[in-house]
T-cell receptor, first 118, second 111 residues
Framework: AQKITQTQPGMFVQEKEAVTLDCTYD???????LFWYKQPSSGEMIFLIY??????QNATEGRYSLNFQKARKSTNLVISASQLGDSAMYFC???????????????FGTGTRLQVTL | DVKVTQSSRYLVKRTGEKVFLECVQD?????MFWYRQDPGLGLRLIYF???????EKGDIPEGYSVSREKKERFSLILESASTNQTSMYLC??????????FGPGTRLTVL
């Protein structure tokens, strides 16, 4: 079973509009973290925003915010006031419970390609 | 700002060659990672390291090895490159909040 599911392979949004990118996850851990990354055509993965499983408030970071619904196991990324520079691939990722003495592992979804139009 | 650099942006090698991909971070992070990215598959973890000389296999370690002799440097080695290792390779370094920061990536083509 997929641990991270992004069902939208591609999305279009007009400049200055808001857009929501969907992400659902599957874990039996109580403690986990959810991340969103942006990958422009240049290839670099850019960290955008983080939500911890115990965080009661939805995370926000500038024009980025998360609609975190724990019971539904979803963490949708909302980009407000879209800009042409937002055109990129967007990846959702999850870190599950950490084992002491080692590093956490991220599991990534397959991504959503966002195209911002004039 | 976190800075993660990778030795090459583009690399072309021949089947059977030994390939070294280098990754350097300047933030004294203990944890470093190597991923490969292929269309429709997202990022898949090859190996990671949580300390100097310490390494663990990720989800797809076959055909790869790694080296971490110094804290700031994590190398990915393809002992005998094959065409199915043509891919985008991304290195990441992790801070104390468990956030991973990525390098610019290396597009490797094996002919």
């Amino acid at each position: 079973a997929q641990k991270i599911t992004q069902t939208q392979p591609g999305m279009f949004v007009q400049e200055k509009e808001a857009v929501t990118l969907d992400c659902t996850y599957d874990t039996s851990d109580q403690s986990y973290g959810l991340f969103w990354y942006k990958q422009p055509s240049s290839g670099e993965m850019i960290f955008l925003i983080y939500q911890g499983s115990y965080d009661e408030q939805n995370a926000t970071e500038g024009r980025y915010s998360l609609n975190f619904q724990k019971a539904r196991k979803s963490t949708n990324l909302v980009i407000s006031a879209s800009q042409l520079g937002d055109s990129a691939m967007y990846f959702c990722a999850m870190r599950e419970g950490i084992v002491a003495g080692t590093a956490s592992k991220l599991t990534f979804g397959t991504g959503t390609r966002l195209q911002v139009t004039l | 700002d976190v800075k993660v650099t990778q030795s090459s942006r583009y690399l072309v090698k021949r089947t059977g060659e030994k390939v070294f991909l280098e990754c350097v971070q300047d933030m004294d992070h203990e944890n470093m990672f190597w991923y490969r990215q292929d269309p429709g598959l997202g990022l898949r973890l090859i190996y990671f390291s949580y300390d100097v000389k310490m390494k663990e296999k990720g989800d797809i370690p076959e055909g790869y090895s790694v080296s971490r002799e110094k804290k700031e440097r994590f190398s990915l080695i393809l002992e005998s490159a094959s065409t199915n290792q043509t891919s985008m390779y991304l290195c990441a370094s992790e801070d104390l909040t468990d956030t991973q920061y990525f390098g610019p990536g290396t597009r490797l083509t094996v002919l």
